[in-house]
């Protein structure tokens, strides 16, 4: 499939990797370049070769949100007609294997909630977070006041969503927000080492891993627990359970086959 504002590769074989391109507006996000994100998403979920994705952007800009060009005119109608995030933006909550984002530079509004919806984030030392939308006259709306919170506290998303200040990395490092820092000119291998690594464990067990992560943020202790407790359970049905168990016992290099 021709791309016009991402392109599409695998490294390896295994890895799958997405980078937004849309230079010249940062990467802002519209809403042809949020089908194409989502159509290689899935596509890289459905294909048994790959093993893990990233997203990613450019140095100067993972994205710097929604295309705000773009928006300027749109109507209740337009919005909420449409469907406008939901209808394509939310593709990417439903990728079942994991999606690594590699922030570099601008990670703003949209772009910052694009980042949010991924597994966990990998940051360049250059890279700033922020949800400056309320400068606009609006609000986050693809799901910033809700995922920020949960990542960061109350307090820094508070600030965040109604100032519109940017969190450099360090800070978004400290309050949880990104998993890791690196310089800018390691971010892709960075990136890509770990996205290698989940590559090498059982797919039922990396997707079962997300899902039971993913439980936290939608239930309570107890019913979390339970949910993970049976997926624990059914993982015993797999051969790569006897398979990753008995490499252990028997010092050897587990060799994984997705079943
Ligand atoms: N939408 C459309 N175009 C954008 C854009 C956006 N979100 N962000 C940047 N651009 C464009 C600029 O208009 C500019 O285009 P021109 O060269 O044609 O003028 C180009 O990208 C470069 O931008 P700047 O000249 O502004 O670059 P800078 O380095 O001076 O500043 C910046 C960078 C701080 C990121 C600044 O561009 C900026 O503030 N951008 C807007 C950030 C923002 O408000 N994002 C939230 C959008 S709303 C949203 O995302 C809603 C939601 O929750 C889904």
Request: with cysteine; net charge neutral.
């Amino acid at each position: 499939m021709a791309h016009e504002f991402i392109q599409v590769r695998t490294e390896a074989g295994k890895v799958g990797i997405v980078q937004l391109d849309r230079p010249k507006q940062l990467n802002a996000l519209n809403e042809p370049l949020m089908d194409e994100l989502g159509a290689a998403l899935k596509a890289f979920d459905a294909d048994p070769a790959i093993g893990c994705m990233i997203v990613t952007g450019s140095e100067k800009a993972f994205a710097a949100g929604a295309d705000i060009g773009a928006m300027a005119g749109y109507s209740f109608a337009d919005t909420y007609g449409r469907d406008y995030i939901t209808r394509n933006w939310e593709t990417v909550r439903t990728i079942r294997k994991p999606v690594i984002a590699a922030v570099s530079g601008f990670a703003l509004g949209g772009g910052c909630e694009l980042a949010m919806m991924c597994d966990f984030i990998i940051a360049a030392d250059n890279a700033r977070f922020g949800q400056p939308e309320i400068k606009l006259g609006i609000i986050p709306g693809a799901g910033g006041t809700q995922r920020l919170p949960r990542a960061v506290g109350k307090a820094k998303a508070m600030d965040m969503a109604l100032t519109g200040r940017m969190m450099d990395a360090a800070e978004a490092e400290r309050s949880g927000l990104v998993s890791r820092v690196v310089a800018v000119d390691k971010l892709m291998d960075e990136a890509l080492g770990a996205a290698l690594v989940i590559c090498e464990f059982s797919q039922l067990a990396t997707m079962a891993a997300k899902e039971s992560v993913n439980r936290a943020f939608e239930s309570g202790l107890s019913d979390g627990v339970m949910f993970e407790r049976r997926l624990f359970h059914a993982l015993f049905a797999t051969a790569d359970q006897k398979e990753g168990m008995d490499a252990f016992v028997n010092k050897r290099k587990p060799h994984f086959q997705n079943r």
